[in-house]
């Protein structure tokens, strides 16, 4: 007969490995700084070749306002158009990861305030 133990720490890690542990805002900002500045600006208000592909201007209240939290977060994971225009973040980013970057770093954007860690 076969211990259930054995089989324990086996799924513990792999349960560990599918839910990484949350990000900080910090290491939020820092993933930012990392993989967003180039289109969309270290202050958030998008580059001149970020502005060429879509990107938002996060600075821009009004046009912030027609589009909700989780519709942000599920575009940074999903991405835009295959990755084309925007990469999809789904494997660097959970989801609550991408909540909290849209909440505490996107809608928190001011122009002319570098977005940093």
Same mark, same amino acid.
């Given at each position: 007969?076969? =211990? ?5 720490? #086996?799924?513990?890690?792999t349960?560990?490995? %599918? ?6 805002? %910090?290491?939020?900002? =820092? ?6 500045? &180039?289109?969309?600006?270290? +202050?958030? =208000?998008?580059? *001149? ?5 879509g990107?938002?201007d996060?600075?821009? *209240? *009004?046009?912030?306002? &027609?589009?909700? +939290?989780?519709?942000m ?6 991405? /835009?158009? #295959? $990755?084309?225009?925007?990469? %999809? #973040?789904?494997?660097?980013l ?8 849209? &909440?505490? /770093?996107v809608?928190? *954007?001011?122009k $002319?305030?570098? /977005?940093?860690?």
């Amino acid at each position: 007969m076969r =211990s259930p133990f054995l089989l324990s720490p #086996f799924i513990l890690c792999t349960g560990l490995l %599918a839910n990484p542990p949350a990000k900080t805002v %910090a290491e939020l900002k =820092s993933f930012y700084a990392a993989s967003c500045v &180039k289109c969309h600006g270290a +202050d958030g =208000s998008a580059t *001149a070749d970020g502005k060429k592909l879509g990107g938002r201007d996060f600075t821009d *209240a *009004a046009k912030n306002a &027609k589009e909700t +939290d989780a519709d942000m977060a599920k575009t940074i994971r999903k991405g /835009i158009f #295959f $990755g084309t225009v925007m990469p %999809a #973040f789904k494997d660097r980013l959970s989801e609550e990861d991408a909540l909290l970057l849209v &909440k505490e /770093i996107v809608r928190k *954007a001011e122009k $002319g305030k570098v /977005i940093a860690p």
